[in-house]
Nanobody
Framework: QVQLVESGGGLVQAGGSLRLSCAAS????????MAWFRQAPGKEREFVAA????????TYADSVKGRFTISRDNAKSTVYLQMNILTPEDTAVYYC?????????????WGRGSQVTVSS
């Protein structure tokens, strides 16, 4: 059974930092592309960042470029999202997602989410 478990969310002041982690089990993590999405209250879920199975390519939403960094540790089956210079607009539930590489754009597995709240 595939499980993606996010951690590291919480309450932080504007300008602060948080690091989210997503521990994966039940899948061959080293051949999975991984991503982070987020959903703010009253809004649709949106893409935040992605990293390829090998870790050699990353992609970011324009809204987080230069502030967020996605990385992975295949030995620990874990993907991270370092978030710096946070603003209240970053407040959302953050979801980890996984898909096998070269299987198209749709992510097949999702975590339950981690709440990030940024106060002004």
């Amino acid at each position: 059974q595939v499980q993606l478990v996010e951690s590291g969310g919480g309450l932080v002041q504007a300008g602060g930092s948080l690091r989210l982690s997503c521990a994966a089990s039940g899948l061959f993590f080293s051949i999975c592309d991984m991503a982070w999405f987020r959903q703010a209250p009253g809004k649709e879920r949106e893409f935040v960042a992605a990293i390829t199975w090998s870790g050699d390519s990353t992609t970011y939403a324009d809204s987080v470029k230069g502030r967020f960094t996605i990385s992975r540790d295949n030995a620990k089956s874990t993907v991270y999202l370092q978030m710096n210079i946070l603003t209240p607009e970053d407040t959302a539930v953050y979801y980890c997602a996984a898909k096998k590489f070269a299987t198209g754009p749709k992510y097949d597995y999702w975590g339950r989410g981690s709440q990030v709240t940024v106060s002004s």
